[in-house]
């Protein structure tokens, strides 16, 4: 997941304009770890769920296991963008 983060960058001129949001990002991933449909919101602020949304993809994600085997996997996680000087 911090591979994931540091991915994310922040629109200068959106967070320099006070533009901020909170959504869910809905993943799913193949047994071998590699992203399936990436499910966001609707935003006020197209450009900034596509950030996500590429990071998303351009994270190298290890796959889940379940009795030490890979399986296919979901994941729910918050982002938020917090606006400020």
């Known amino acids: 997941m911090a591979a994931f983060v540091k991915r994310i960058t922040y629109p200068a001129h ?18 071998s ?16 769920v596509q950030t996500v ?4 993809r351009a994270t190298q994600w290890t796959p889940a296991l379940k009795n030490q085997k890979s399986i296919p996997a979901r ?3 918050p982002v938020n963008f917090v606006a400020g000087p």
């Open 14 to 31: 959106l967070r320099h304009a006070g533009v901020g949001e909170i959504f869910l990002v809905h993943v799913l991933f193949d047994a």
């Open 33 to 48: 770890g590699r992203v399936l449909p990436v499910r966001t919101p609707e935003s006020k602020q197209p450009l900034l």
């Open 53 to 56: 949304v590429e990071a998303v």
């Open 75 to 77: 994941i729910v996680f």
